[in-house]
């Protein structure tokens, strides 16, 4: 192994800027409102307690920051989480120490799987309580060690504005992530002179930009060689902000394009070229192509076990060029014949300026002809009333011009094939940590970060029961939010895993007794809402929730036990798939 | 087979924690790891010895090279390097014995630094071989207590 050494230069361009709030005498909650607006953040999702009272006195106080009070913390932070994915930049969320802290854990294993740029700040008990089992507290930065990009326990009440800068510049950078500021109440309350440090330094902190030009000439000169090849983008495309430079590139060449479901939209899905996604609920087409595909060109995508099935068998007759921001990612899970570290947008310019048109028109046309034999689909008989259709008709009203959130399970999955989205940042879901409950919250989040635009919470009934106090903040702040709740009564998903491999023993999925009203549960919120039983009354109630001012839910009560097909089993090989 | 990575990390709190995470969380085995600060008081370094493939070292080299505090990764298992361990024993030794641990202390040029009513402690340094070696030679008296601090390595010559 050579000798690396991380680049040590850091910009320190927001320190200068900030050089006529130094001085100024501020409580340790103030520097931390202070410095959170120089960072441009101008909204936050939080729930108070006793250990940040100082800190929320700050923000009732603030001059530009907004606060968003969810229901639960894990709601706020997952509102932040979806923030940061529509907008790109880094969701901030607040709890107080002990249970509110711990509540964020999930949402923040959530946004590091998923790669999303976020700064959880936390309560924590006074610096002299900390480590006596004091009442509230718990080690947050220890619990969340596994799942954060960095962390930090405040200790002086100088160092928060420090802290809070380079936070942001560790979770906006590089492979973005969560980052967690743990905040002793005494040193919110204590008070300093503020002081925005002129320049970061974090030495051991390297943001690949460029890929190896050895490398990139390797990629290009395998492409000239490939008769049959396939690109795979991933969440690191949307990251990178790749969307035209892989347009670019995929029009100059002619190659099909898969993208995986956290990079939905970061392709046009009615381009031609466009196979949708991959893996275990993926296209027929998608998987056939990669099966059958010499070349595989990987963007921004970390080869997870759904998108894979079975590694041995994953792309048997192809090599593999793997480009990625982050150097661990290359090889982890599947073998790679050139590895290119570097920024998606970066590394994909340097190789529009390099490769040759080549026909691939025969290759294109096998690929064309498996999606006209094999396409998505189900059979819509009279009498009940299918998710697939609900969701189709989603699509076709919005023409994948919405934001869709969604929670976990099925009607995720649905979502994926059916909602075919068409811009990056629009399909919000839950992917790596693959979180129920997710989609709620999610929708606050975006709709929060984009008021004008039609936001859709696409959510399952198991999943929405485990956020549903989230109607309430939907209410408080106006948010015209739809839900279109498909809503099956199963835990959809697990009840297709036991149908399908534990010979239908529906063991605790059926959600059937006890179930709520939800039409009567978004009016006990002042949410409007309307149940929908037929196929031919989906278009005229989505219409209307569409064309309604305000928040509304619509609860589709569909055929049971529909499952999602095709589907490859855990462990199977793509070219294997079930119910295509 | 067992690699020898030399680490310079920032010295902040949590620094440690988090490489000792990463070791059970990604499932690699530390066989050893040495710490202490450098000439820079900011920085300190780590010597770890770790067992796997080599598919194993790559990935244990990328992910310790991610975490934020790791400065600088060097694989020295291929170098011309010095390695030393420290070594405590206490071993049972009699009137009768004393003698003979005595020759066994000088031929390994370790130092007896103490003397109980029937034991004594010995301290050596030397690289992983030697140490293994003392530690057998005195088996047969007896031994009461090992402490060893683990490996730490420099690379010989100038860089």
Known sequence: MPVVTKNKKRGGLLGNLAAKENGQEMTGGEILVKALELEGVDMVFGYPGGAVLALYDAIFRAEKLQHILTRHEQGAVHAADAYARVTGRPGVVI???????????????????????????????????????????????????????????????????????????????????????????????????????????????????????????????????????????G?????????????????????????????????????????????????????????????????????????????????????????????????????????????????LQQLLQLVEVKDYSQWRDRVYRWRREFPLKYTQDCGSLKPQYVIEQIYHLTRGEAIITTDVGQHQMWAAQYCRCHYPRRFISSGGLGTMGFGLPAAVGAQVAKPDALVIDIAGDGSLQMMSQELATIRQYGLPVKIALINNQYLGMVRQWQ?????????????????PDFVKLADAYGIKGMRVTKSEEVRPALELAINTPEAFLIEFVVEREENVFPMVPAGGSLNKMLGR | MKHTLA?????????????????????????????????????????????????????????????????KLTDITDEEYVDRELFLIKVNADPATRGEIMQIVDIFRARIVDIGKNSLIIEATGDEGKINAIESALRPFGIREVVRTGKIAMVRGPK
């Open chain 2, 7 to 71: 680490v310079l990390v920032e010295n902040r709190p949590g620094v440690l924690t988090r490489i000792a995470g990463l070791f059970s969380r990604r499932g690699y085995n530390i066989d050893s790891l040495a710490v202490g600060r450098t000439e820079n008081p900011a920085i300190s370094r780590m010597t770890i010895v770790v067992e796997g493939d080599d598919r194993v070292i790559e990935q244990v080299g990328k992910q310790l090279y991610k975490l934020i505090d790791v400065i």
């Open chain 1, 95 to 233: 709890a107080t120490s002990g249970p509110g802290a711990t509540n964020l854990v999930t949402g923040i294993a959530n946004a590091y799987m998923d790669s999303v740029p976020l700064v959880a700040v936390t309560g924590q008990v006074a610096l002299d309580m900390v480590g006596k089992d004091s009442f509230q507290e718990a080690d947050i930065t220890g619990i969340t060690l596994p799942v954060t990009k960095y962390s930090y326990l405040v200790k002086d009440v100088k160092d928060i504005a420090g802290i809070v800068q380079e936070a942001f510049f560790l979770a906006s950078t590089g492979r973005p992530g969560p980052v967690v500021i743990d905040l002793p109440k005494d040193i919110a309350a204590a008070k300093a002179e503020f002081f925005y440090p002129p320049q970061l330094n974090v030495p051991g902190y390297r943001i690949p930009k460029n890929g190896n030009s050895q490398q990139i000439k390797q990629a290009v000169r395998m492409l000239a060689e490939a008769s049959r090849p396939v690109i795979v983008a």
């Open chain 1, 499 to 515: 149908e399908l491999f534990f010979g239908r023993r529906y063991s605790h999925s059926d959600m059937a007794e006890g179930g």
């Open chain 1, 235 to 347: 969440g690191g495309a949307v990251n990178a902000g790749a969307s035209p430079e892989l347009l670019e590139l995929v029009e100059k060449l002619g190659i099909p394009v898969i993208s995986t479901l956290m990079a939905k939209g970061v392709f046009p899905e009615n381009h031609p070229l466009s196979l949708g996604m991959p893996g275990m609920h993926g296209t027929a087409y998608a998987n056939y192509a990669i099966s059958a595909c010499d070349l595989l060109i990987s963007i921004g995508m970390r080869f997870d076990d759904r998108v894979t099935g079975k590694v041995d068998t994953f792309a048997p007759k192809a090599k593999i060029i793997h480009v990625d921001i982050d150097a661990a990612e290359i090889g982890k899970n599947v073998r790679v014949d050139v590895p290119i570290v570097g920024d998606a947008k970066f590394v």
